[in-house]
């Protein structure tokens, strides 16, 4: 089945920036949109970022300006490079091929 593996998270102070990486295998990865979502302490997970199979990106309003997602079809990888980030923005952060599968998660801490 299909595998996706994070990596990138850790602790960070506020103002601060990280680069989540996702590796995909058994996939024809260039044919999927890709999303990123997060699950904070006692909130539901919410999609914080998609790019479609096109490259189209879409980011959910509290982090539009500060996150960006992007994708390497050679290397079947997507990236969340965050920016400025907040101690909101804490949570672990899922990789997921929408509707099909999720990774195990890597965890973000902003905190001073």
């Known amino acids: 089945q299909v595998q996706l593996v994070e990596s990138g998270g850790g602790l960070v102070q506020p103002g601060g920036s990280l680069r989540l990486s996702c590796a995909a295998s058994?996939?024809?990865?260039?044919?999927?949109?890709m999303a990123w979502y997060r699950q904070a302490p006692g909130k539901e997970r919410e999609r914080v970022a998609v790019?479609?199979?096109?490259?189209?990106?879409n980011y959910s309003d509290s982090v539009k300006g500060r996150f960006t997602i992007s994708r390497d079809n050679a290397k079947q990888m997507i990236y969340l490079q965050m920016n400025n980030l907040k101690s909101d923005d804490t949570g672990v952060y899922y990789c997921?091929?929408?509707?099909?599968?999720w990774g195990q998660g890597t965890q973000v801490t902003v905190s001073s």
């Open positions: 790019i479609t199979s096109g490259d189209t990106t």
């Open positions: 058994r996939i024809n990865f260039s044919l999927y949109n």
């Open positions: 997921s091929v929408p509707g099909i599968a």
